[in-house]
């Protein structure tokens, strides 16, 4: 079995999902006129405005959204991508963000569309702008496995070596707390969920650019040289012969595409689940917040750990991993290094485990008002938290892979569909400003 789903994701799933992602990309950024650098200054002053929302502010759905997509994949990820496929992954990686910020604009301004209310306030997701009742019901069941897997497993697997390599806290330990705290984050529900992220995803994210900047600045005369090999490497100039140069490139197209589409999870249809809750009364201002997800993910947080690892990397050409991050840093802060990039990792982790919650909690609402099955899903949920730390089967994550890619074909299709209507809505608020 573990043959035929790794022969599956192989030779299907990892080489359509992302062609699929940059060419529909490619072609929702031509069609609204790169909207985030024509319409620059409407999009930042929507932004920076202040918020009057008296209940879920834009800002307090999208710290949830980001706690879904921040995860092991924004530092140890970026690790990955830059040694299978060079520096040259990064300017990839770029241009998979510059395509995916669109997407996220088109799947935010449709679940704001499709949304639905409830006495406790909005609701709504892909399930409710797929039309079709049997892709949405299965696009929900699919989701429920990601959250499962992606958005817990994988998290908990690798905080839990994380933590007890640097701070020696047993992996049973350590999971029955983390189980523990979730469940009682989960239970209090959506306005408590969203607290816990607006205070984590704001303070971990600027300590960590903070961080970032801080080795950046002291190595700043190494910042052209990082830049020409980012440039050369995705083209890889250099190389001697064809085959080499072909393989070479295609290596860091596809570890930095892969990077700058999946990290931040657009088109896969799950971040639109929290910005429909916001207060907001214009899906096109809701779907620019939808815009600042993935430039506060990729742009700036992938970026700022490459900038890291790539001002080093040539001193450490056997590390990789959590060891070549925790290398890169401890030139400029030693020996607290691993204490410092841990906790990073455990408040982005417990974050996407949080986030993810939501998501699984949205799509069993959609397909059952059950409240005991409802209950049941959280406290199955909290189990796998616990569960994660013991996990070793690579089927798990390979099986995460293929619902992930059916996720984000059901959603691009219908995306797709309705790309008139986002262009329409798009235009008829530019018209109006």
């Keep these: 079995m573990k043959y035929i789903l790794r022969f599956t994701i192989k030779y299907l799933t990892s080489p359509l999902v992302p062609a699929v992602l940059i060419v529909c990309g490619f072609y929702i950024t031509a069609k609204l006129r790169v909207l985030y650098i024509t319409k620059f200054k409407v999009i930042t002053r929507v932004l920076f405005r202040k918020d009057k929302s008296a209940n879920v502010s834009p800002f307090r759905t999208v710290t949830v959204a980001l706690a879904g997509t921040l995860g092991v994949g924004n530092i140890l990820g970026v690790a990955s991508a830059i040694t299978s496929g060079g520096p040259g992954a990064i300017f990839w990686m770029w241009v998979g963000a510059l395509v995916s910020m669109l997407i996220k604009y088109c ?39 990601a959250s499962l897997t992606l958005g817990n497993l994988m998290q908990m697997r690798a905080i839990s070596e994380t933590v007890q390599s640097t701070f020696s806290i047993s992996k049973v330990i350590f999971g029955a707390i983390t189980a523990l705290v979730v469940f009682i984050i989960i239970c209090k529900g959506f306005k408590q969920l969203s607290s816990f992220t607006m205070l984590c995803i704001p303070i971990a994210c600027i300590a960590y650019v903070l961080v970032s900047l801080y080795v950046i600045i002291e190595n700043i005369c190494l910042i052209p040289a990082v830049l020409s090999k980012i440039v050369k490497n995705a083209f890889n100039i250099k190389a001697a012969a064809g085959g080499a140069l072909g393989y070479s490139i295609l290596q860091a197209f596809k570890s930095g595409i892969s990077r700058g589409l999946v990290t931040n999870e657009s088109g896969c249809g799950t971040a639109p689940m929290a910005h429909a809750e916001s207060d907001t009364e214009s899906p096109v201002e809701q779907g620019f917040w939808g815009i600042f997800e993935v430039f506060v993910d990729t742009i700036i947080l992938c970026s700022a750990t490459a900038f890291v690892i790539l001002i080093s990397i040539d001193n450490y050409p056997m590390l990789e991993g959590m060891e070549l991050v925790i290398a890169s840093f401890s030139s400029s802060f030693g020996g607290i290094t691993g204490y410092m990039m841990s906790v990073f990792i455990l408040i982005f982790a417990i974050s996407t485990i949080v986030g993810w919650s939501h998501y699984g909690k949205m799509s069993l609402n959609y397909l059952t008002k059950n409240t005991k099955i409802q209950m049941a899903y959280i406290v199955v949920y ?7 730390v013991f996990i070793t089967d ?4 390979l099986l995460t892979d293929l619902v992930i890619g059916a996720m984000t074909l059901i959603n691009m299709y219908y995306i797709m569909r309705r790309l008139n209507e986002v262009k329409k809505l798009t235009d008829e608020y530019f018209l109006a400003a």
């Design 394 to 397: 690579d089927a798990v994550w």
């Design 107 to 145: 799947e935010v301004v449709l679940a704001v569309k499709y949304r639905q209310s409830a006495a406790s306030g909005h609701f709504g997701g892909a399930m409710y702008y797929i039309k079709n009742q049997k892709l949405a019901c299965l696009f929900a069941i699919l989701c429920i496995c």
């Design 382 to 388: 909290c189990l796998f938290c616990f569960a994660g």
